[in-house]
């Protein structure tokens, strides 16, 4: 193995909800392993500021309008970003949402935002732009699921979120299988709870983190430059024989 294993120079990298939190760590860390990144959010003031950071910082970096529940713009986004850039060598399916309540409680509103966000956009991106891959007989495709995949984190309140996310683990494998000798890998991350807007917002109390923190071998929190690492090996040729995976990073919380 060597470093050149680790690096994205001259490939093409979409990474979706990129214009903040995890997302936009991946975008910045692909960008430093040599990749072009496009930032595909629907929030364009603020992805295009990504986008413009990373060129500031020597990176290369465009920014796509792009809501992941669009079938039609996704189509379009392909296009675009094709005739723009050339053929995308990887995804990052980031984009996703949380609606926090009680079964009993939750709206059918959440409930279809949060699957037609967080499993429905991860299946559309990766149908649209994975069938130029597998025409193309290469790709990597990274889906963010999170450990709520795979276990329930009380005390959220988070069927919409948990059901998302399993389906986001076996959607990995499914991919990964039908595409595996087309060229295409796709794996999954599934971080625990990492310091973003989506984890922050609403809770201004400490109990909620002194719990967490309690609750997790590390005592802390991850950070999205965390995430990102491991979405850069699981990008990069040094993965080349991984597929399928759902790669836990959670300072051990699902061990316990
Ligand atoms: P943030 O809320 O900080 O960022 C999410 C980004 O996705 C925002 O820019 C948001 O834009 C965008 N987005 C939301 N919906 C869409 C859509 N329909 N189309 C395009 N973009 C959209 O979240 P995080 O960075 O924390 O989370 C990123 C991913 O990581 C998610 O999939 C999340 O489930 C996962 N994850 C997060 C964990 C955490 O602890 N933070 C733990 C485990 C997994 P807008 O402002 O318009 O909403």
């Not at 792009?66 to 094709?82: F, K, N, P, R, S």
């Not at 802390?220 to 965390?226: A, I, S, T």
């Not at 040729?237 to 399928?244: H, K, L, M």
């Amino acid at each position: 193995m060597s470093d050149a294993d680790f690096r994205l120079d001259g490939k093409l990298a979409v990474v979706t909800g990129a214009a903040r939190g995890i997302g936009r760590a991946i975008a910045e860390r692909l960008a430093k392993a040599g990749a072009k990144v496009v930032i595909a959010d629907r929030d364009m003031v603020e992805g295009d500021l990504v986008a413009a950071a990373i060129v500031a910082a020597g990176g290369s970096a465009a920014f796509v309008s792009l809501d992941v529940t669009d079938a039609v713009g996704v189509a379009a986004a392909v296009e675009t970003i094709h005739a723009a850039h050339g053929p995308v060598d990887v995804l990052v399916n980031n984009a996703g949402i949380v609606r926090n309540a009680p079964a009993t409680e939750m709206s059918l509103d959440d409930w279809k935002s949060v699957i037609d966000i967080d499993l429905g956009g991860v299946f559309l991106c990766a149908q649209a732009f994975g069938r130029r891959m597998v025409e193309a007989g290469r790709g990597s495709i990274v889906n963010i699921s999170s450990i709520c995949g795979e276990v329930t984190v009380t005390p959220q309140p988070q069927v919409s979120y948990n059901a998302a996310k399993a389906g986001v683990n076996l959607l990995t494998k499914s991919l990964a299988v039908e595409w595996a000798k087309r060229g295409v890998r796709v794996n999954a991350v599934a971080p625990g709870y990492v310091g973003t807007e989506l984890t922050l917002r609403g809770r201004s109390n400490s109990e909620w983190f002194e719990t967490w923190m309690r609750w997790t071998p590390m005592g802390r929190l991850g950070e999205p430059r965390e995430v990102a690492n491991a979405v850069l090996f699981l990008a990069a040729d040094a993965s080349s024989y991984i597929t399928g995976t759902v790669l836990t990073i959670d300072g051990g919380y699902t061990a316990m």
